[in-house]
Every structure is written in structure tokens, then in C-alpha cells.
């Protein structure tokens, strides 16, 4: 698309891609993005450690589920954490469902299950994130 094209021109380096494993989870979490209620987001490290374009000061362009750019992204901080030991200020930056440490940890579990790799202790990548602009 000659619009992404554009936006790489403008943030060099930077990476197109979409929250979630369904076109509706891309949807809903770029929508989210965008308002500025997700702020945070995570991957397992064995996700991480085979792509790491996502290192702190790096720009992303996040699509939603048609590949269309929704809005741009900088990663501002990233950590190394266990599933079991993220935080219910963590599940809140993510934004999802009602924001709760509960909420988070079923329905990553459930994300990462569907991926084949989860485990309550599994390493995760946790990334905060500031919104640089909307499309």
C-alpha cells in the first residue's frame, strides 16, 4: 500500500503489523490504540527472541484486520517478565476487556494457548508504548 510506503519514509525502520491472531482482535485492539486506552501490550519471549524489531525508540505502524494502518506507535520501555508474575498496573496499560488483572490473565492464557505455548511461568516481552499519530 502506498500509504504504509509513506509512513516508512516518515518513521525509517519502522515495522506494519497487527495486535492479536484474528482480524477481529486486530480490529478491536488497533481501535483501542488509537483512543489511547492500550498502552502496553506483550509476546512471549520465544515470539520475541525469533523477530526482534521491537526494541525501545523504534517506531511501529499497527494495522487493523483488512492490513490498513490505523495509527503509529513508539515503543518507550520494555521488559522481561513471567506470566504469572504481570502486574494489575501491566493488565491495565494493555486496556483490554475491563482492565483487570483477571481479565488479562484469562484472556492471555486463553491467546497463548491457541499459540501452543503457554505456561504460567513462560517469559514474556512486555512493552509500553506511546501513540505517535492516527491515520
Known amino acids: ?3 504504509i510506503a509513506a509512513l516508512q519514509k516518515k518513521y525509517p525502520d519502522s515495522q506494519a503489523w497487527s495486535f492479536g491472531d484474528s482480524p477481529e482482535m486486530a480490529d478491536e485492539l488497533a481501535a483501542l490504540v488509537a483512543k489511547g486506552v492500550k498502552t502496553a501490550s506483550c509476546s512471549s519471549y520465544t515470539s ?3 523477530d526482534r524489531s521491537i526494541t525501545p525508540g523504534s517506531y511501529h505502524i499497527i494495522l ?3 492490513n490498513a494502518p490505523v495509527c503509529v506507535i513508539r515503543i518507550i520501555a520494555m521488559s522481561l517478565v513471567r506470566f504469572n ?3 494489575a498496573e501491566q493488565a491495565y496499560k494493555e486496556g483490554e476487556g475491563d482492565r483487570s488483572l483477571r481479565y488479562w490473565r484469562q484472556a492471555h492464557r486463553e491467546f ?5 505455548c503457554w505456561a504460567e511461568e513462560m517469559e514474556l516481552i512486555t512493552e509500553e508504548f506511546r501513540l505517535v499519530e492516527t491515520l
Open 1 to 3: 500500500m502506498k500509504i
Open 48 to 50: 520475541y527472541s525469533q
Open 64 to 66: 487493523d484486520g483488512q
Open 85 to 87: 508474575d504481570v502486574t
Open 112 to 116: 497463548f494457548e491457541r499459540a501452543g
